[in-house]
């Protein structure tokens, strides 16, 4: 193919608003189709609420800020891979399908406890001293 050869397909996104669009789209069909991203969307609320709350610090924001995106992120590329394994399976059980999903969902769950292991770094000891001090 010669570099001035136009290639044939034309669904790639030439401009930056168009990709920005489709990004957000993908975020709001995550969020109303996936009920775990909703239920770390919940949690997420509830820890910048008690973040809010236990007034944590500027870098303790920051790692909080880490541990959610770690854990959003990894949550929505869960649910594509799924949503890809299973078109290219035609949903039927395929041994190499059921490892995709499983790494993928074992990629969420290592998030999952290192946001875990975050929050309680940081909301443990500033619960400790509201209750027992």
């Known amino acids: 193919m010669v570099l001035k050869d136009k290639p044939k397909h ?3 996104n030439r401009h930056f608003v168009q990709s920005f669009k489709f990004a957000v789209i993908g975020l ?4 109303k189709e996936e009920r775990n991203v909703r239920f770390h969307v919940a949690s997420i609320i509830l820890v910048v609420m008690l973040g809010a709350f236990l007034h944590v610090s500027v870098s303790e ?3 909080l800020i880490l541990a959610i995106f770690a854990v959003l992120s990894s949550e929505i590329w869960n649910s594509a891979i799924e949503n890809v394994v299973d078109l290219a399976t035609n949903y039927e059980r395929n041994p190499l399908a059921k490892k995709a999903k499983d ?3 074992g990629a969420v769950l290592l998030a999952a406890i290192f ?4 929050g309680t770094v940081i909301f443990l000891p500033k619960i400790w ?3 027992f001090n």
């Open 103 to 105: 790494m993928a969902a």
């Open 10 to 12: 034309n669904w790639k």
């Open 115 to 118: 946001a875990l292991l975050i």
């Open 61 to 63: 924001w920051l790692w």
């Open 28 to 31: 709001l069909t995550a969020y």
């Open 129 to 131: 001293v509201l209750f």
